[in-house]
């Protein structure tokens, strides 16, 4: 890649094709910095600002910040002028649950949680609150490809087999999240790019299996062994399983699948964590040879999304993705995904696709379970002009902060 400079306009160009790069990059996670505010800083990943000198152009600027809770008021010098909304608080809570009764209060009035019965504990103490959970990533369960016994593909089959994800939909998720495919697709959301000659088994996972699950296991080697745990060269079928402590839904799936493995011989720790403890156990790593898995057995986590399937299946799936989190390394994947960033021809992208598709079912390098929701709760008390189920004009809740910000931008006070 090569800038150049005519008059005031920056040109780039580009070795190679790179279709996405705009959606992946330029407009995605890059955010573009005053060099003289930020040259003298050295590394940007290694700069030490503290909150009170905190750099930004945009329409919020921080006020305030500690452990517990963190302040923006409005950008009065911000280019299409300060927010209607003068200032935004984001307090820390300890768990879903004392976040949903200070939604359900008011003291809060945007938010991205899982509420149990929305209906009756939130919608229905105030007229005005609202919510939209609509389908938005995979929420898979990540095997750490680098331990040998998660490796084998019969392990990853069988724990598959094994977990009801139905219960994981009715009681982890009350309800709200539906039950993922092997292809590892949100959908609708991506029924456009779907191979039409897909057979059903590649859509929807069989029912569980435990005696097929076990079959498999005694297949690849593995016999019971005093405790009752499948094992093969002294080494038991024994993971830890990762997951953020106070994250009530992913906490009971969790407890879930847990039992689940136990009846066909595989044990499951659950080491529930502290969020920050949680990524960076299961980063992975960037290397000149693909990324490396963190430390990690299993984890319970999301998917990335984008406008098309490129970006979640090049997150997950490429040797060098940002959340390849399994450290999944496949060389027809990475040429497959090469390919379609080269190519603006629909045709020739869904023909890409549509291979990658039947890859993810059939290697199962992650085992998909759920149509994660993306959680949406909104007053409109004091503002309107909030995203609405009927006019989703933007990816709605403050989890996304550069929606989040856009999404401020376009508040009015009721009143106006």
């Known amino acids: 890649m090569a800038a150049a400079a005519v008059g005031p306009v920056e040109w780039v160009t580009f070795k190679t094709p790179n279709v996405p790069f705009a959606e992946q990059y330029v407009l995605g996670s890059t955010p573009i910095v005053p060099e003289h505010q930020w040259a003298a800083l050295g590394d940007p990943a290694k700069a030490h600002i503290t909150w009170d000198k905190a750099i930004g152009t945009g329409p919020f600027i921080v006020s305030y910040f500690s452990p517990q809770d963190y302040k923006f008021k409005a950008?009065?010098?911000?280019?299409?002028?300060?927010?209607?909304?003068?200032?935004?608080?984001?307090?820390?809570?300890?768990?879903?649950q004392s976040a949903d009764l200070a939604l359900a209060e008011g003291q809060v009035q945007y938010g991205n949680l899982d509420i149990p019965n929305v209906q009756k504990t939130y919608?229905?103490?105030?007229?005005?609150?609202?919510?939209?959970?609509p389908p938005d990533n995979i929420v898979e369960l990540y095997p750490n490809l680098s331990n040998p016994l998660l490796a084998i593909p019969n392990v990853r089959e069988a724990i598959s087999l094994a977990i009801d994800r139905q219960k994981l939909s009715v009681i982890g998720e009350t309800g709200y999240e539906g039950v993922a495919n092997p292809i590892s697709l949100p959908l609708p959301n991506?029924?456009?790019?779907?191979?039409?000659?897909?057979p059903s088994s590649y859509l929807h996972f069989p029912p569980v299996n435990d005696a097929k699950a076990e079959q498999l296991l005694q297949a690849a080697g593995f016999k019971k062994d005093k405790n009752g745990i499948y094992a093969k060269g002294g080494k038991e079928l024994s993971f830890n399983l990762e997951v953020v402590s106070g994250w009530s839904d992913w906490d009971e799936d969790c407890l879930l699948i847990q039992q689940d493995l136990a009846k066909i011989g595989i044990k499951v720790n659950i080491e529930q964590v502290t969020f920050g403890t949680y990524y960076s156990n299961i980063a992975?790593?960037?290397?000149?040879?693909?990324?490396?898995?963190?430390?990690?057995?299993?984890?319970?986590?999301?998917?990335?999304?984008?406008?098309?399937?490129?970006?979640?299946?090049?997150?997950?799936l490429d040797s060098n993705g940002s959340f390849n989190v399994e450290g999944f390394h496949d060389p027809q994947v990475d040429k497959?995904?090469?390919?379609?960033?080269?190519?603006?021809?629909?045709?020739?992208?869904?023909?890409?696709?549509?291979?990658?598709?039947?890859?993810?079912?059939?290697?199962?390098?992650?085992?998909?379970?759920?149509?994660?929701?993306?959680?949406?709760?909104?007053n409109d008390s004091h503002y309107t002009g909030w995203p609405t189920k009927q006019n989703l004009w933007i990816t709605p809740g403050p989890a996304n902060t550069q929606s989040a910000a856009i999404v401020m931008q376009h508040l009015k006070p009721v009143q106006e």
């Open 336 to 378: 497959l995904l090469n390919a379609f960033a080269q190519t603006t021809d629909l045709a020739e992208q869904k023909k890409i696709m549509y291979q990658i598709e039947r890859i993810a079912a059939e290697k199962m390098p992650v085992i998909p379970l759920l149509v994660g929701a993306y959680w949406y709760e909104y």
């Open 190 to 198: 991506y029924k456009s790019w779907l191979d039409p000659t897909l």
């Open 75 to 96: 950008n009065p010098n911000y280019y299409l002028g300060a927010p209607k909304v003068p200032e935004l608080d984001y307090p820390a809570f300890t768990s879903n």
């Open 284 to 316: 992975p790593t960037a290397s000149a040879h693909g990324v490396i898995p963190g430390k990690y057995d299993l984890a319970i986590s999301w998917t990335n999304e984008g406008p098309t399937p490129y970006l979640q299946y090049y997150d997950l």
């Open 123 to 133: 919608v229905g103490v105030n007229p005005h609150n609202h919510y939209y959970f």
